[in-house]
C-alpha cells in the first residue's frame, strides 16, 4: 500500500459526535420522562413535586452520570 492511499483520522474526531449524540439521547430522555409526568398528573392541573422528591431525582441523576464516566 503506498502512501498516497492512506488517510490519516484525527484523534479527536469521536468528540464532537459523542457530544451531539449524547446530546441527543439526553433530550429524548427528557422529553420521556416529561411526557410520563404530564400522564402521571393529567387530573390535576400543575404536577407537585416536593423538595424531596427533587432532591432525590438529583442525586438519583448524579449517581448515574457517576456510573457513566466511570465506564
Not at 484525527?10 to 439526553?26: Q, Y
Not at 390535576?44 to 457513566?68: T, W, Y
Amino acid at each position: 500500500m503506498s502512501a498516497e492511499n492512506v488517510e490519516i483520522i484525527p484523534a479527536d474526531d469521536w468528540k464532537p459526535k459523542a457530544l451531539v449524540i449524547g446530546g441527543v439521547i439526553g433530550a429524548v430522555v427528557g422529553v420521556a420522562a416529561t411526557y410520563l409526568l404530564i400522564q402521571r398528573n393529567e387530573d390535576d392541573a400543575s404536577p407537585e413535586i416536593s423538595l424531596g422528591e427533587g432532591v432525590k431525582i438529583g442525586v438519583l441523576v448524579l449517581g448515574l452520570l457517576r456510573s457513566i464516566a466511570s465506564l
